[in-house]
């Protein structure tokens, strides 16, 4: 089940990950990136890896390092570093997803879904969010639904 | 030198040291561009900033980005300042206060503005001139999500 948030006003300020983008290039290094997580950047930036040393990626835009990621996948990427590694930032309870579109936010799901993960995601824009995929969630830890459609 | 804004035709055009071709034509003064991660939004403020810091570079001025401003936490002060820019908020989740919406708001057409941003945050915006990026004939372009005659 995914547990999603409307507002970050559910966490104090240690519990949540609100700038992704910082928090990525402050924590997570080329060489610590796991085999979902390079899976992730493909699916989501079309980013191959080309030099897991120095963090080198080949986009669709070019060449350049995993700074450049989209920080919808750098907010999945920062999960995935969460999960991995729950000893660095263990008060951290949730993770803000607002920057993310609809295809990291369903990467983002999928992911939670397929591994348990006990985090919830704040998402504060209702972007296209439909057309992610029917599943189990919690809104607010009040509402169950399957279909985003209906979160209110 | 040419620039990369065009305030009279109203179109950001310029091509990257990637070869990747940016070609934007606005509707109005205000645009609020949203859309899926990785299509692009980050990187052409990245680009776009390297030619402002190379202003000062002699040896490699490809495009003048004058009348551009992109607005970061850093700089956020500086907005009620600027006149006649072409100015630009990535990630405008994390940087817009109330304040700055009031002077965006506020704005007749001083400046005009580009918006990266998914979450409501109080731009009097007609969905006229919300859109996202899309690649198209080989360049990065604008897509208005509607025109509804009678929307200001």
Redesign the interface.
């Known amino acids: 089940m995914v547990r999603l948030y409307t507002s970050g006003k559910y966490f104090k300020d240690n519990e949540i990950i609100i700038d992704n983008d910082s928090f990525f290039n402050n924590n997570v290094s080329a060489k610590s990136l796991s085999e979902n997580s390079i899976k992730v950047m493909e699916e989501v930036d079309h980013a191959k890896l080309l030099d897991q040393n120095i963090g080198k990626i080949e986009t669709p835009y070019g060449i350049t390092g995993i700074q450049d990621l989209s920080t919808g996948c750098k907010t999945i990427l920062n999960c995935i570093f969460l999960q991995e590694n729950p000893e660095v930032y263990p008060t951290v309870r949730a993770i803000n997803a607002t920057e993310c579109g609809k295809n990291a936010l369903e990467q983002l799901f999928c992911y939670i879904d397929k591994t348990n993960m006990d985090i919830g995601i704040v998402l504060e824009h209702e972007d296209e969010i439909y057309e992610c995929g029917n599943r189990e969630y919690l809104i607010n830890d009040s509402e169950k639904i399957t279909d985003l459609l209906f979160m209110v | 030198m040419r620039q990369c804004y065009d305030w009279q035709s109203n179109v950001l055009k310029f091509t ?5 071709k940016y070609n934007l034509k606005f509707r109005g003064n205000k645009t609020i561009v ?7 939004k ?2 052409l403020c ?1 680009m776009l900033k390297s030619y402002i810091n190379d202003n000062n570079n002699a040896s490699f001025k490809p495009y003048n980005a004058d009348n551009i401003f992109i607005v970061s936490k850093d700089n956020k002060d500086k907005l009620s300042l600027q006149k006649g820019k072409l100015i630009i908020i990535d ?1 405008a ?2 940087i817009l206060d109330d304040q700055m919406v009031e002077i965006i708001n506020a704005d007749r057409g001083d400046n005009r503005y580009l918006i990266f941003l ?3 945050m109080g731009i009097e915006l007609s969905p006229n001139y919300f859109g996202t990026l899309c690649k198209k004939d080989g360049e990065l372009q604008l897509e208005y999500e509607c025109y509804v005659r009678g929307w200001a």
């Open positions: 990257d040291v990637n070869g990747n949203h859309g899926d991660s990785a299509t692009g980050s990187l990245t990630r989740e994390l998914r979450k409501p």
